[in-house]
């Protein structure tokens, strides 16, 4: 039997779920690649809702070679657990691939979102997955991305060694070990010795971290590719600019829209990064300056900073030894005043770099010793191989022509422009006619007519097809949640 709220609602029109879906369904009035997948429980309740729109897709085909995910609660009046996929672009801020709302966190529903995620990205695999170790998302994660490298959130890890463990000098090794540049010999030195002298061998947490440790340890995963996603604080990050759009009120169509209008916001600061440093070179800083200034007009300025901090530490690399193989020229190179030596290999015939410390399999710009190698071949510009078009300035520039996208459908600084000076015109517009009853009815009676003749414009020039006969979706059941905004997490 339908329970008294439905019902009523029932009478009253759509139920939440339904206006949720119906909003979905006009925003397919300015973007065609709006996609949504929802699933139904046995009483026909909304269960799990995914979406994403054109430019999430189109994000995730240039970024989507690192992702991130974590769940969060109580951003709706559900209280159903909210994901968000995100990544890193090309100024390395964070990037929104798509969003869900489930009714759960079982293994099922995890499995049924990365399903749907991978299906609306045309089954392109991330090279890496950054979770915070809940265990039904690791494995949802093992059986959907398989070849991706899973790796847990290093925020997370040491906010629960702090909270397991806690003590200081502990710690400060932990740390170490978690973000320091060892190797794994000296990874294990310094776990063991750290381990002893708290005496925490037989420390629950402690034992299972070590079993985990190709999850998280640097000197483990080195050469696994994460773009700097490290953390699914960013993630946290992202939950804090959110509350400025999402009350923990809202229903499930409130929701959607007012997400929306979050990418909006973030997807015109990177608009306006893009503008601002597509003119102008950022001035030149090391001795080094034919190489820097190419660095600059390659990468966004972002990236650029970093490539220049490595640029300055290329000065104290010594190269020890060089032979030249059939294949390539090997070059045995130091840091000044530094024991460890690293291998930098060049395959000259296809101007080839790379170098056992795997930073740039990580990472994706050249290490200090290829840097260095580099200068002492008296090299002018960064080989091609060695730029990744994730971390090039022109990487979300003028799309090719056969792209058959509508001017406006991924925003670019036209589109921009044109809707900044509308919002203009509208606000205006606001208060003038709020000044006066009638002239509100008045005008508000005139916009819904424009709105309407718009939308169906849109609809006939984009070949959408008028709205389906509405679906039953009842709304969902209130969560039983694990924690109070944060979850408890397992890692
Ligand atoms: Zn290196």
């Known amino acids: 039997m339908m329970p008294a709220g439905d019902e009523k609602q029932r009478r009253a029109g759509a139920t939440d779920a339904e206006s949720a879906l119906k909003f979905l369904g006009t925003l397919r009035t300015t973007d065609s690649g709006i996609f949504w997948r929802y699933s139904l429980d046995v009483d026909k309740r909304l269960e799990n809702l995914f979406w994403y729109d054109r430019t999430s897709r189109y994000d995730y085909s240039v970024f989507g070679d690192v992702l991130g995910f974590d769940a969060t609660y109580g951003r709706n009046k559900y209280k159903c657990p909210l994901v968000i996929f995100s990544g890193v672009e090309h100024h390395m801020r964070t990037v929104v691939f798509g969003c869900a709302i489930l009714s759960n966190e079982s293994k099922a ?112 995963i080195r050469g696994k590719f994460f773009a700097g996603l490290k953390m699914t604080s960013r993630c946290e990050a992202l939950n804090m600019q959110l509350e400025k759009f999402i009350h923990n009120g809202y229903n499930l169509r409130e929701f959607v829209e007012h997400f929306q209008h979050y990418l909006e916001f973030m997807r015109r600061r990177e608009l306006v990064a893009d503008y601002k440093f597509a003119y102008g070179e950022p001035v030149v800083k090391t001795k080094l300056e034919a190489i820097e200034q190419f660095a600059a007009t390659v990468y966004t300025r972002e990236v650029f900073k970093l490539f220049r901090e490595v640029l300055m530490l290329a000065s104290n690399v010594r190269v020890v030894s060089t032979k030249r ?48 190698v580099l200068v002492y071949l008296n090299m002018t510009t960064i080989p091609k191989g060695l730029i990744l078009d994730r971390w090039a300035k022109r990487t979300k520039q003028p799309r090719a022509p056969c792209d058959k996208t509508r001017v406006g459908e991924i925003p670019d600084a036209a589109y921009m422009s044109m809707h900044a000076a509308m919002l203009d015109d509208c606000r205006e517009l606001v208060s003038l006619s709020c000044w006066f009853f009638e002239d509100y009815v008045d005008v508000k009676t005139r916009l819904a007519k424009e709105r309407q003749s718009l939308r169906d414009k849109h609809r006939q020039r984009l070949g959408v097809p008028e709205e389906a006969s509405r679906v039953s979706v009842r709304d969902p059941m209130r969560a039983r949640y694990k924690g109070c905004g944060r979850r408890v997490v397992t890692s």
């Open 325 to 372: 193989t059939s294949a390539c020229v090997l070059f045995e190179v130091a840091m000044y005043c530094k024991q460890r030596s690293w291998a930098v290999s060049w395959a000259e015939e296809d101007d080839e770099f790379s170098c056992s410390c795997q930073w740039m399999e990580s990472f994706g710009l050249p290490c200090v010793h290829m840097v260095g």
């Open 109 to 220: 529903s995890y499995v049924w979102l990365l399903r749907s995620f991978l299906e609306a990205m045309k089954g392109k695999q991330p090279k890496s997955v950054t979770t915070d170790g809940d265990l039904a998302m690791k494995s949802a994660v093992s059986i959907v991305f398989p070849d991706a490298h899973h790796r847990l959130c290093s925020w997370h890890l040491l906010r629960n060694a702090t909270v397991r463990v806690g003590r200081p000098g502990f710690l400060r090794k932990f740390h170490l070990c978690l973000m320091g540049d060892l190797e794994v010999d000296e990874f294990e030195t310094i776990w063991t010795d750290n381990v002893a002298d708290h005496e925490l061998e037989d420390h629950l947490w402690i034992v299972e971290m070590y079993a985990k440790k190709h999850s998280w340890s640097n000197a483990h």
